[in-house]
């Protein structure tokens, strides 16, 4: 190994969306030095840049003066949580998921976030998938303005970023991770990482599917790499679906269906009918994710497809709002040559999230020493379904969590 190129960190974070830029941002803060490696560009690769962004959080603000038993709280965010979860979720992790929620809402707007706010400055919530109160708030502007305000406080609070870089291995010694190993994927160099602690942010494995609502499709390498040291995997079983528009022929990446459903869309069947009427009457479309994707597949495969989005009672008020805070969704529908205020599109089932991944604690550490993971590629805050602002919200928590327990780490290297 002499002949590579050699970079020595305190914490290396491996993976560069949501959160992996949330682990290096609050590494650094204890004064280690801190390398980020990308295998594409920091906040522009992976899930994150098209996921939506909308993030879960119990501020209650939209559901303000409405006739509800009690406001929300994180105690009722919990509870819908691991209701969804159908009991699988780690309750010590749901917990400080929703308890953390609040306050690293309103880090991320000095950060320069710029959430969507109502008249009296509050947060826009709307009551997403599954979810019992008002509780998404959504950044104003696409996915990539949310990324680029996180990725500027990386390179701000100087962290090394390194991209076009895979990790292939990590590297063990005395029963803990001492590094890693990768080469740059446009010159062939190899590189040897040497760090006290490492953080697996790397996401999932989406391109195992034909269809997926990340434009930006993962392969599996944070799973890999954990795996072959040691770490266990769990819940590797459970797959997450939602459903993407499709125009004409074309299949268009986004987020999934909540934006439009958070806001009053109705699904109706080729016969007209609105088909969440026979499978949740009470909640409609505003049930969870699976029981929504399973209704949609139900009716397409007995014959009642294609299955289409009706926002014809939007009113203008609402269409200006859904334009300011949710405007790439709508871009990409117009791109595509639908004139999406009158004209109805369709709705077709694609792969959104891998629930399953690396069994973490309270600190985000893995079984292995030194082994820190968060996001996509760790389990289970979300149990066997996830509810819809939950994964980002996931990745900003446990994304600061791992990247503070990772520069605390006993063993590392001072």
Known sequence: ???????????????????????????????????????????????????????????????????????DSPQLHFLDTYKAGDGLCDPRLVALCVEEAL??????????????????????????????????????????????????????????????????????????????LGFHRLTGEEVLFQAGAVVLAAGSATRLFKYASANFQTTGDAQALGFRVGAPLVNMEFVEFTVIPKVAQKIISTGGISPFTGRGSHIRNGLGERIMETYDPVRLERTTRAQLVRAIDREIREGRGPIWNDSSHFTEELWQEFHTSSPEVLDRLKAAGLEYRR????????????????????????????????????????????????????????????????????????
């Open 1 to 71: 190994m002499s002949g590579l190129t050699t970079k020595r960190a305190d914490v290396l974070v491996i993976g560069g969306a949501i959160a992996g830029c949330m682990a290096a941002a609050e590494a650094v803060k204890h004064g280690l030095k801190v390398i980020l490696v990308d295998k594409g560009m920091m906040g522009r690769s992976g899930s994150s840049p098209t996921a939506g962004t909308a993030t879960a959080a119990a501020f209650s603000h939209s559901d303000l003066g409405r006739d509800l038993p009690e406001p």
């Open 103 to 180: 306050p690293i809402v309103r880090e991320l707007e000095t950060f320069g976030v710029p959430w969507t706010k109502t008249a009296d400055g509050r947060y826009f919530q709307y009551k997403a998938l599954g979810h019992s109160r008002s509780r998404s708030c959504h950044p104003t502007g696409s996915s990539m303005t949310f990324m680029a305000a996180i990725a500027k406080e990386v390179f701000y609070r100087r962290a090394e970023v390194v991209e076009d870089t895979m990790v292939t291995d990590l590297l063990m010694a005395d029963g803990r991770v001492v590094g890693a």
């Open 343 to 414: 004209a109805p599109f369709e709705w077709v089932p694609a792969m959104h999230t891998c629930l399953g991944g690396f069994l973490i604690d309270e600190r985000g550490e893995t079984a292995v020493p030194g082994l820190y993971a968060s996001g996509e590629c760790a389990a289970t805050i979300h149990g066997a379904n996830r509810l819809s602002g939950n994964a980002t919200t996931e990745c900003l928590v446990f994304g600061k969590r791992a990247g503070r327990h990772a520069a605390l780490f006993d063993g590392l290297y001072r």
